[in-house]
């Protein structure tokens, strides 16, 4: 068979059923199978950088490997900024670019980027972990291999870029697909669990919270954190990023503590209470932290448990570095047994998360969920996208003022059910991250959350999911503005803020012309009955919610700290 066969085979075997892909003269070899392996769907995106961002949210949604293709040089440095999103959310992505033949190499050539020309491998190897030519057809199982296992190891986006003439070559050859035993990477340091056992256990050390982020989700041990803190009643906070992995109505949730934080989570952490904070999953990054702030280190202790050590201690120092699978650290920690300590300060935790509940409402300005005000306050379009949206649909949150409302107010009932590129923040990822979860897990609702200055970014993949009929619930909050950005601009003048404004779009209508659906919402009473109507349409239904671009976001407790940071710099 020929190399393009190969590829596309062993990817199947390895568990990919959908590849993303945007066409191209130095991919042309791999067209027929793409359309001819069986167990393949293979899906044309309206850009390169879409088809990335289908990979990232296939891989997030699956727990596996996100495929995408692309011509090299222009193709494949077009997926830039989506695999330098999922490398800061460590998402396993593999792009596969084409390339031109091994004799033009540096010969000026057409779209030669290969090492002798621009060499996109060098420009991707930042922002990937393996960025490799298949420069032989006898190393394709070699360096497969390598990317793959590298990828879901060590959870970040890898590139294999494939001369058109390599491509063509005969290949007979054997594909082991990389197994769960090696792609879990279930290591552990026992010693150092044991050790942060002992100090949680410890008589002085009793008001113990939790701060889990997303790594507790690749690591699968959502259900053991659920498990570890009803045992021994530790109140959950979590970072914006790891937002889901505990049920918001659960007695012992905080919900989510840093950029877009809930009040609960803030007071808590930053209580001079608490003893011992375990932080699991997270790298601790600027949102993660409330901008650094060092009131959230505890009075005794703090236990960091995480893949990377690199992430241990880069923020803060940890009494207690535990380096390991956070899934396997909390299946550990959910079965403890005779751990007396712990036990015993069950009723001091209780105390605290209610006298941190007696502080106020779980969520600030709680009361603009009520709001009648036309157009509508992104409070209420929120709390109404909720109540008409079932339990157990997934939420893609783009990026931009909308982040925030929907981290404030959009409880998260079931976990796996929300997906958001937050470390990195590219505007427009959203849409295109939407789809390829929809694909991984087709059984489930899906809602985009958006924004009108991100669709006008990533918005022609709407056709995409028109064409491949995938029904998905667009929730464009339209303020006609680059919102966060207005806020900025409208303390420098009006020329600034007219530099923010979105005017004269017609985005039902743009939907309607990609081959979608959708309505305009003008009020807040009409919005369940606009959802009810998106869910039932088979294709993408884009609601354009008229919303109010001069509501602060609901990030008052940041911005007080970044201005803190600011004035200490």
């Known amino acids: 068979m020929q190399v393009t066969e190969y590829i596309v085979r062993a990817l199947r075997d390895q568990g990919v059923s959908h590849l993303f892909v945007d066409l191209g003269g130095l991919n042309d070899n791999f067209m027929p199978p793409f359309t001819g392996t069986d167990g393949v769907r293979t899906l044309v995106a309206a850009f390169e950088g879409g088809a990335a961002y289908m990979a990232d949210g296939f891989a997030r949604a699956s727990g596996g490997l996100g495929v995408c293709f692309g011509i090299g040089g222009p193709g494949v440095l077009n997926m830039a900024t989506a695999l330098a999103a999922a490398r800061s959310d460590r998402s396993p992505v593999l792009a596969i670019s084409g390339e031109v033949a091994r004799s033009w190499e540096g010969m000026g050539g057409f779209q030669d980027a290969s090492g002798a020309g621009l060499d996109d491998t060098d420009a991707l190897r930042r922002l990937t972990g393996v960025s490799l030519s298949i420069s032989s057809r006898a190393v394709v199982p070699h360096h497969l291999r390598h990317a793959i296992t590298h990828a879901l190891t060590r959870r970040m986006p890898v590139h294999l870029s494939v001369p058109v003439d390599v491509q063509k070559a005969e290949i007979d050859a054997a594909w082991s697909p990389v197994g769960p035993d090696l792609a879990a990477n279930r290591a552990l340091d026992l010693g150092a669990l044991q050790r942060a056992i002992a100090l949680m256990a410890a ?84 949102r993660d932290t409330m901008q650094w702030d060092p009131r959230m280190l505890p009075a005794k202790a703090l236990v960091h448990v995480e893949t990377d050590p690199l992430l241990i201690g880069r923020t803060w ?146 056709h995409t999911a028109a064409r491949e009929k995938i029904p998905m619930v667009i929730a464009l909050m339209n303020n006609r503005s680059y919102g966060n950005i207005y806020f900025r601009a409208s303390k420098l003048g009006l020329g600034p803020e007219r530099l923010t404004d979105i005017t004269g779009i017609d985005w039902v209508g743009f939907a309607k012309s990609m081959g979608g659906d959708g309505e305009r919402v003008e009020t807040p009473d009409r919005i369940a009955g606009a959802v009810e109507r998106a869910c039932q349409t088979q294709g993408p239904y884009l609601l354009d919610l008229n919303t109010d671009k001069t509501c602060p976001t609901p990030v008052g407790a940041w911005r007080e700290r970044q201005k803190e940071w600011e004035d200490n710099d």
């Open 203 to 286: 008589p002085d050390h009793r008001n113990i919270v939790i701060l889990a982020g997303p790594g507790v989700q690749y690591a699968d041990g959502v259900d053991s954190l659920k498990t570890f803190a009803e045992r021994f009643e530790i109140p959950v906070a979590t970072t914006l990023s790891g937002k889901g992995l505990f049920p918001d109505d659960h007695r012992l949730a905080l919900g989510v503590f840093g950029y877009g934080g809930s009040r609960w989570a803030i007071d808590a952490i930053c209580s001079e209470e608490v003893d011992v904070l375990l932080v699991i999953g997270s790298g601790l990054s600027q």
């Open 317 to 462: 120092a940890s009494e207690v570095p535990v380096v390991g699978n956070a899934g396997e650290a909390l299946r550990h920690l959910a079965g403890l047994d005779g751990v007396d300590g712990l036990e015993a300060g069950r009723a001091d935790r209780r105390a605290f998360l209610e006298s941190v509940r007696a502080g106020g409402p779980r969520r600030y300005n709680s009361e603009d969920m009520e709001s009648d005000a036309v157009p509508m306050h992104p409070a209420r379009v929120v709390a109404e996208l909720r109540a008409a949206f079932p339990d157990n649909g997934v939420l893609c949150v783009d990026s931009g003022a909308h982040r925030a409302w929907f981290a404030e107010y959009w409880a998260i009932r079931q976990p796996h059910t929300h997906f958001s590129l937050t470390n990195f923040g590219p505007m427009g990822g959203a849409l295109p991250l939407g789809i390829g979860a929809k694909l991984a897990r087709p059984e489930r609702p899906l809602m985009v959350a958006t924004g009108d200055g991100c669709m006008l970014m990533h918005g022609m993949e709407l």
